[in-house]
C-alpha cells in the first residue's frame, strides 16, 4: 500500500472539523486506500473500531442499500450514541439523492462523515444547493512522481523511472506490475496495458454513456484520443469537429462540447483557461486540455509519435494541481505563459521546456516571463541538469528534482 502523506495530512486537518469531506477524483486513484491509510491512523488516535463505518457501494454486500433511505438507516441504525462515529461512503453518486442521506448524517452532532465520487456530479446541483459552505472538497490525482518514486529503492534512478512513469502509469496498482531489483525496472506490459483497458471501459460505461445517456461509442472514443493527442494544445470545439469530419466522422459542435464535459466530469480531461496577466482577466476563447494520465493516454494512442514537450508539460500542470494551486494559460502581449499558478501564498508563472541548453530556445522561453513587470516568482522547468540557475530573477530548475520536491 502506496502511502499517500498529502492527501493524508489533509484529511486530518479537516478530522471532528464540522464539514462534509468529499475526496473526489477518477476511479482507481487510489481514493478508497487513503480510507484505509486514515482509518489506520484514527485507531493510532485512540478511536475504537466500533466507531467506524465504512461502506464501498460498488461491494455487492452492500447491494441492497440501493437508495438513500436503506443506506441512510443501515448507518443510522449502528452509530454508537455516545460517541464519536466515523463514517466512510466510497462512491456515493451511485445512489440516488445520496445528498438526502448526507444531510441526514451530517446534522447528526456525533457524526464525522467522509465521502468519495468518481465524477463531478456529487458537487452540483442540488447537492451544491443544500449543502453550501457545508462540505470541504479534497481532489485527488493519481500518483505524482515523488509518491510513484517513493516504491522504488534507489532514487538515483530517477530518470529511468520517470521514463516508466509516462510510459506505464501513475495509477497506483500498476506498480504491483512491476520488479525492482535494484538493477532495472521489469515491466509488465500486457499486464498494464489490460489493467487500462478496464479503467478506461469502466469510466466510458459507467460514468458516461449509462449516466450522460449517451449512445454513440465510437464518435465519443474518437473525440478522446483526439483530445490525448493534442494535450497542451489550444483547442477549440469547433476545431475537433471540423477536423473529425474532414476525417469522415461528422459530428456537431454541441456533440463535441458534450462530450468533453462528460470526460472532463469523469476526470479524464481537465481545462485550463487562458489568464490575460497585464488585464488580469479570463479569456473566453483558446483554452488547453490536460489528461489525467499519461500511461491511459498511451493506452488509447498506442505507439504514436509524441511530442515530448507536451507531454512534460501535462506532468507539470498535474503537479501544480495537487499543490493546491489553480492553474492558468497565461498570456502577456502576443506571447503565452505556460502557467499561471494561483495559490494561497500568492501567484507563480512557470515555462516547462523538454531542454533550453541552447541559446535560442533559452531566450525564446525566458522571453514571456522577462515580459511580466510584477514581483510574482518565476520558474523555467527543463530536463537539463544544470547548477541552479537565475535569469534576471527568473529561476531555472530541474524538472525531475522540482517534482520530487529536492529544489526550491
Known amino acids: 500500500m502506496i502511502n499517500r502523506p498529502e492527501y493524508l495530512k489533509k484529511l486530518l486537518g479537516f478530522k471532528d472539523k464540522q464539514l462534509i469531506k468529499i475526496v473526489t477524483g477518477i476511479r482507481r486513484c487510489g481514493k478508497s486506500t487513503l480510507f484505509e491509510l486514515y482509518q489506520a491512523e484514527l485507531l493510532k488516535l485512540g478511536v475504537k473500531s466500533e466507531q467506524i463505518q465504512s461502506i464501498n457501494l460498488e461491494d455487492p454486500v452492500y447491494r441492497e442499500l440501493n437508495n438513500w433511505e436503506k443506506l441512510y438507516d443501515f448507518i443510522n441504525a449502528r452509530l454508537l450514541k455516545d460517541k464519536k462515529n466515523y463514517i466512510f461512503i ?9 445528498q438526502k442521506a448526507a444531510n441526514g448524517l451530517f446534522i447528526k452532532k456525533n457524526v464525522d462523515l467522509y465521502l468519495t465520487g468518481s465524477n463531478s456530479k456529487i458537487q452540483s446541483g442540488e447537492w451544491a444547493t443544500l449543502l453550501s459552505g457545508r462540505y470541504v472538497d479534497i481532489h485527488m490525482l493519481p500518483l505524482s512522481f515523488k509518491e510513484y518514486m517513493s516504491v522504488y529503492s534507489n532514487t538515483d534512478k530517477k530518470d529511468e523511472v520517470f521514463s516508466q512513469y509516462l510510459e506505464c502509469s501513475s495509477f497506483p496498482y500498476v506498480t504491483n506490475m512491476m520488479e525492482d531489483n535494484n538493477k532495472d525496472i521489469k515491466i509488465n506490459r500486457q499486464q498494464i496495458y489490460d489493467y487500462l483497458s478496464g479503467i478506461f471501459n469502466t469510466i466510458v460505461l459507467k460514468d458516461i454513456i449509462e449516466n450522460k445517456q449517451i449512445r454513440e461509442y465510437g464518435r465519443l472514443e474518437r473525440v478522446i484520443k483526439f483530445m490525448a493527442g493534442n494535450v497542451g494544445s489550444e483547442i477549440s470545439v469547433k476545431k475537433i469537429s471540423d477536423t473529425m469530419t474532414s476525417d469522415g466522422v461528422k459530428i456537431l459542435p454541441l456533440t463535441v462540447e458534450s462530450y468533453l464535459d ?7 480531461l481537465y481545462k485550463a483557461d487562458r489568464y490575460d496577466v497585464k488585464g488580469k482577466k479570463l479569456l473566453k476563447t ?14 488509447l494512442l498506442g505507439d504514436k509519435p509524441v511530442d515530448s514537450g507536451h507531454v512534460l508539460e501535462n506532468i507539470v500542470y498535474l503537479e501544480l ?7 492558468y494559460i497565461g498570456k502577456v502581449g502576443e506571447k503565452e505563459i505556460d502557467f499561471v499558478a494561483e495559490g494561497p501564498e500568492g501567484t507563480e508563472y512557470y515555462q516547462v521546456s523538454e531542454t533550453v541548453r541552447g541559446s535560442e530556445t533559452l531566450a525564446r522561453e525566458l522571453s514571456p516571463l522577462n515580459l511580466i513587470r510584477d514581483n510574482h516568482p518565476k520558474f523555467l522547468l527543463a530536463r ?3 547548477p541552479l540557475t537565475s535569469h534576471n530573477g527568473i529561476k531555472q530548475l530541474n524538472v525531475l528534482n522540482w517534482l520530487l520536491g529536492l529544489e526550491e
Open 262 to 268: 462528460a470526460f472532463h466530469d469523469s476526470f479524464v
Open 90 to 98: 466510497d462512491e456515493i453518486q451511485n445512489i440516488t439523492d445520496f
Open 286 to 299: 483558446l483554452n488547453k486540455y490536460y489528461f489525467i494520465d499519461m500511461g491511459l493516454r498511451r493506452y
Open 384 to 386: 537539463d541538469y544544470e
Open 321 to 327: 494541481l495537487r499543490r493546491g494551486y489553480k492553474v
